[in-house]
């Protein structure tokens, strides 16, 4: 017997009503981020693996264990995007943007890669939508970022979310707080876990975001980085704070918050929902600056903000059920018989062109069969033509919500469908 086929594994299709849940999702966010001045640029799936390795960084989880890479047939090591920063850390310069305009803002969606242990809400490919706005070094357009998503989260029926922030320093702050981590995590060197025995010497910080127990329970006790933060850096929170005051976003500050990806620098963030039953993974939009990533990719300086939700997660948390996504149907056409259907296809495409939403039965199926279909989209109106209709040169118009029905002179009918609808 041949091998069931299946998707593969932690990778998932998206089928209706699911489909019509995210596509709204997708709709208001989009309208959002636009309201919001930022302009979707759409860079490949693919990227070559160094530019995620120096991006994202070497020593972190996301490039040592999650990252789909293969050779392609020109024998260039290629990477399925696990993140879409990086790759519009590249097009930015690629296509000398910053020579363009002083400030560019950015927005994406579509499909990431990442190899990690699938459960609800961690998939292998997920969806992101994320934006980045490059140039600005004021705290205040985080702040901005950060009430676009609250607002956008609270239209699509969240109540329950929670803002955590944090600073991550600048490269100034980082050598003492480094060489402070090593002190804290040398003496417990036997009890780290074999990766973290490696990041100690290559880049103790991510030890703080290792997942596992052993780890946690040693992190826990690390000194954190604010008590490092320079002053250029006290100052910029203190801003980011003032401004999330301003705007009413109330907020946690939480000192052991780190990100995933080496490229931040001072403010990260993160939005959790408590809705939804998604467990830990509750994270539902994470970001923050990165600020030297340009340089560091070749670029001049610029600063530089982003953030990206998952839009699994997104749909999971948000309670309504996908079917009250899917919209009505304006018009379900019953027709009986070849003549009638014939001349059916030829008023559904008018009534279509006209804008209203329609559907035909294209098969010879009885009138309870179409009735119980067009009850089953929740049509709005129905029409009725059988082959007596046809020869009178006329329709039955039934009006699903009044439960009334009347006939109509065909060429009467889209008027009479129009009013019908309001
Ligand atoms: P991230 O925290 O790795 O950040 O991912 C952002 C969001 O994507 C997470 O909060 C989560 O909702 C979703 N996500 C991540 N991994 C998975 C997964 N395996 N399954 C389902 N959802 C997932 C970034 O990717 C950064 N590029 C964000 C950013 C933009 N920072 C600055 N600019």
């Given at each position: 017997m041949s091998e069931q086929l299946q998707a593969v594994k932690g990778m998932n299709d998206l089928l209706p009503p699911d489909s019509a849940k995210w596509s709204r999702v997708e709709g208001a966010a989009r309208a959002a981020f636009e309201r919001h001045g930022y302009?979707?640029?759409?860079?490949?799936?693919?990227?070559?693996?160094?530019?995620f390795v120096r991006s994202i960084g070497d020593a972190t989880d996301v490039v040592e264990k999650e990252m789909y890479t293969f050779d392609d047939r020109d024998e260039r090591s290629l990477t399925l995007r696990p993140e879409g920063t990086a790759s519009c850390v590249r097009a930015y310069l690629e296509?000398?943007?910053?020579?363009?305009?002083?400030?560019?803002?950015?927005?994406?969606?579509?499909?990431?890669?990442?190899?990690e242990r699938a459960q609800r809400g961690r998939y292998r490919q997920f969806y992101q939508l994320g934006c980045e706005a490059l140039g600005v070094a004021e705290p205040t357009v985080e702040a901005e970022q950060i009430v676009m998503l609250v607002d956008l989260f609270r239209e699509l029926g969240l109540d329950d979310l929670e803002?955590?922030?944090?600073?991550?320093?600048?490269p100034d702050d980082r050598p003492a707080y480094r060489a402070a981590l090593v002190e804290y995590f040398t003496p417990h060197k036997a009890e780290l876990c074999p990766d973290c025995q490696r990041r100690l010497e290559r880049n103790p910080l991510r030890i703080l975001d290792c997942k596992v127990e052993s780890c946690r329970k040693i992190a826990a006790g690390a000194p954190t980085l604010q008590q490092f933060l320079g002053p250029a850096s006290r100052e910029h929170f203190a801003g980011f704070r003032e401004a999330l005051g301003a705007l009413g976003i109330a907020h946690r500050v939480n000192e052991r918050l780190v990100r995933g990806l080496d490229y931040y620098t001072g403010t990260i963030y993160e939005i959790l929902s408590a809705s939804g039953d998604l467990g830990a993974q509750n994270t539902i939009a994470?970001?923050?600056?990165?600020?030297?990533?340009?340089?560091?990719?070749?670029?001049?300086?610029?600063?530089?903000?982003?953030?990206?939700?998952?839009?699994?997660?997104?749909?999971?948390?948000?309670?309504?059920?996908?079917?009250?996504?899917?919209?009505?149907?304006?018009?379900?056409?019953?027709?009986?018989?070849?003549?009638a259907r014939l001349a059916c296809l030829k008023t559904a495409?008018?009534?279509r062109r006209a804008g209203v939403r329609v559907e035909l039965e294209h098969r010879a199926a009885s009138m309870k069969a179409q009735l119980k279909r067009a009850d089953k989209l929740r049509a709005r109106a129905v029409v009725i033509v059988g082959d007596d209709e046809l020869a009178r040169g006329e329709a039955v118009l039934r009006d699903m919500a009044k439960g009334e029905q009347r006939n109509v002179k065909a060429d009467e009918l889209p008027a009479a469908i129009r009013a019908l609808l309001g």
């Open positions: 302009a979707e640029a759409r860079t490949p799936i693919v990227e070559y693996t160094p530019l296509h000398s943007i910053h020579k363009k305009e002083p400030v560019t803002r950015w927005y994406y969606s579509g499909p990431m890669f990442r190899h803002v955590v922030v944090n600073s991550v320093g600048g994470g970001g923050g600056r990165y600020d030297g990533l340009i340089a560091e990719m070749g670029g001049p300086p610029t600063p530089a903000v982003g953030f990206a939700l998952g839009v699994e997660r997104l749909v999971l948390s948000i309670p309504a059920e996908p079917e009250s996504y899917v919209p009505p149907l304006d018009v379900y056409l019953a027709a009986l018989g070849r003549p495409q008018e009534l």
